[in-house]
């Protein structure tokens, strides 16, 4: 697909976006589009950023590193989200790059973080990912499970957690996970701030701002199918 269509594709989706919030009563910029640009290359990625778009999502490392640090050397005021599963030996690379992590969700990846936003100096916003699917070959930690993991990571590991993040199961509707999702993240705030929620792709990011999504991920509807 043209460049251009990516970033008429981009302002409908924002279009969208501000339609289901209305629908809901809530205002359009309490929702952080996240473009996500994994597979396009740093040409395609472009065009969107000139268009004012400024969050992006990535799911691996090291494609993020080869694409991102020329883009955010030139755009100081990009915002780069990991979407994607973190091993703990790219624990360095990932606080170096990246702003946002939304794939917390082993005990070893979250003492590796902080030990290396500590070693930076560096604090990035984090999410924990969990698996309301309770899916065995996805990652995230299990629903019952989110208070416990949520303790070790602010007592033991001194992290502010700023939101959950889910991705539902491919063959059920969403708006179930969604509301799961939403559940756990009124009964985990900390000291009553509540936490963030981010859920909705490009199929279901209208249901997931009926239920509450504070950050959407949208690959394909505005880059275009995945080679
Ligand atoms: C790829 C991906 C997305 C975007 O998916 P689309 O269906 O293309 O919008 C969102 N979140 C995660 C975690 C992803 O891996």
Redesign the pocket.
């Known amino acids: 697909m043209s460049e251009a269509g990516a970033t008429d594709r981009m302002q409908s989706v924002r279009k969208q976006m501000a339609e289901a919030c209305r629908e809901v009563d809530r205002p359009p910029d309490g929702v952080c589009l996240i473009a ?1 640009s ?1 597979t396009f290359p740093t040409e395609a990625i472009a065009p969107v950023i000139a268009a004012g778009q400024r969050h992006f ?1 990535e ?1 691996r490392v090291q494609e993020a590193q080869q694409k991102w640090p020329g883009l955010k050397a030139q755009h100081t005021d990009v915002t780069l989200h990991l ?2 599963p973190l091993q703990s030996n790219k624990a360095k690379d990932a606080v170096g790059l990246f702003d946002v992590i939304h794939s917390v969700d082993r005990r070893k990846i979250a003492s590796a973080l902080a030990r290396e936003m500590a070693e930076q100096g560096r604090t990035l916003e984090l999410f924990v990912q969990v698996n309301t699917g309770e899916e065995p070959q996805k990652a995230g930690v299990a629903p019952l499970e989110v208070p416990d993991f949520l303790a070790f990571c602010r007592q033991e590991c001194g992290l502010e957690i700023a939101g959950l993040m889910c ?1 539902p199961p491919v063959d059920e509707a969403p708006a179930v996970h969604f509301a799961l999702l939403r559940k756990l993240a009124d009964e985990n705030g900390d000291e009553g701030r509540p936490l963030a929620l981010s859920m909705g ?3 279901d990011y209208d249901v997931a701002v009926q239920f509450g999504a504070t950050h959407i ?5 505005i880059f275009g199918p995945r080679g």
């Open positions: 996500v994994k999502g799911n979407l994607g991705i792709m490009s199929a991920r949208v690959g394909s509807a």
